[in-house]
C-alpha cells in the first residue's frame, strides 16, 4: 500500500439490501433525516452523527459522516478526538460538549432513560426548537445505524454529499 492509494480488504457481505426490499421505509427515513437536520450547524450535526455511529459500531456511517464532517469544514483532529471528548473537552465548545453528552445518553439507554443532569445541560445551551431538532438528529442516526449494523452496510464507497 502507498501512501497516495487507499486499498481496501475484500468487502463482507451485505446480508440484505433493506432499501431495495423496504423503499417506503428508505424513503420516509431519507425524509425523516432531512427534516431531523433543519437548523442545526452543519459541523453540530456531524459530531453528533459521528459519536453516535462510533458507539454504535456502524461502520458505514461512520465511513459517511466522518466525509460529510470534512466536507462542511470540520477538523481531522476533532474528529479524531471524538471518541475520547471527556479527555479531550478542549478540543469542543460547551454547546458541542452538551450535544456530544447527550448523544450518548441517548443513544445507551442502559438506565431506561436520559439522565435530568445531561437533559438540563443541553437545554442551558439550546433554545427548544433547536433542541428538539438535535434530539430528533440523534434519534435518526441511531436508527439508520440499527440499518447499517444489522443488514452489515459496507463502508468505503461514500462520497460527501452523496445523500443529501
Avoid at 452523527?49 to 465511513?63: F, P, V, W, Y
Avoid at 479524531?80 to 439507554?109: C, D, G, M, N, P
Wanted: glycine residues 4%.
Amino acid at each position: 500500500m502507498t501512501e497516495t492509494t487507499t486499498e481496501y480488504a475484500p468487502e463482507s457481505p451485505v446480508r440484505l439490501e433493506w432499501a431495495r426490499h423496504a423503499p417506503e421505509v428508505y424513503k420516509a427515513m431519507i425524509r425523516l433525516d432531512s427534516a431531523a437536520r433543519k437548523g442545526l450547524d452543519a459541523k453540530l450535526y456531524e459530531l453528533v452523527k459521528i459519536r453516535a455511529s462510533q458507539i454504535n459500531h456502524c461502520a458505514l456511517c461512520l465511513d459517511m459522516h466522518t466525509k460529510d464532517a470534512l466536507a462542511a469544514g470540520e477538523s481531522v483532529e476533532r474528529i479524531i478526538q471524538l471518541s475520547a471528548w471527556e479527555e479531550s473537552r478542549h478540543f469542543y465548545t460547551e454547546k458541542e460538549l452538551a450535544a456530544i453528552e447527550l448523544t450518548e445518553a441517548v443513544t445507551v439507554l442502559t438506565d431506561g432513560f436520559v439522565p435530568d443532569e445531561v437533559y438540563e445541560r443541553a437545554a442551558k445551551w439550546f433554545e427548544e426548537p433547536e433542541l428538539a431538532q438535535l434530539i430528533a438528529a440523534i434519534t435518526v442516526i441511531n436508527a439508520w445505524n440499527r440499518f447499517g449494523v444489522t443488514c452489515r452496510m459496507t463502508p468505503g464507497h461514500y462520497t460527501p454529499g452523496q445523500h443529501g
